[in-house]
Nanobody
Framework: QVQLVESGGGLVQAGDSLRLSCAASGRTFSTSIMGWFRQAPGKEREFVAAITWIGGSTRYADSVKGRFTISKDTAKNTVYLQMNSLKPEDTAVYYC?????????????????WGQGTQVTVSS
């Protein structure tokens, strides 16, 4: 099993920045890809970004390209999501996810473990 704990959410104004963290524990060596998803009220969960533990290859949703950066600290088993130039439409619960697979997928069904989520609210 892998446990994921997100932190760093909060209430900010449009244009501000936030950095989310996801600390992984347990059988982390079995995972190959870490991702961030988000879910706004009344909407489906959507992909935000993902990164591979080995090599650090990344993938982003078009809606966050140029504003968000995903990174990792392998020694700490921690993944980060730096969010800049935040917009009200970025308001959502942000979830960290871990995949056992080898494809950096944007589909949530490819991810095997999930955190509890952290709320990000961006006011206009």
């Amino acid at each position: 099993q892998v446990q994921l704990v997100e932190s760093g959410g909060g209430l900010v104004q449009a244009g501000d920045s936030l950095r989310l963290s996801c600390a992984a524990s347990g059988r982390t060596f079995s995972t190959s890809i870490m991702g961030w998803f988000r879910q706004a009220p009344g909407k489906e969960r959507e992909f935000v970004a993902a990164i591979t533990w080995i090599g650090g290859s990344t993938r982003y949703a078009d809606s966050v390209k140029g504003r968000f950066t995903i990174s990792k600290d392998t020694a700490k088993n921690t993944v980060y999501l730096q969010m800049n130039s935040l917009k009200p439409e970025d308001t959502a619960v942000y979830y960290c996810a871990a995949s056992l697979g080898s494809v950096v997928s944007m589909r949530s069904e490819y991810y095997n473990y999930w955190g509890q989520g952290t709320q990000v609210t961006v006011s206009s």
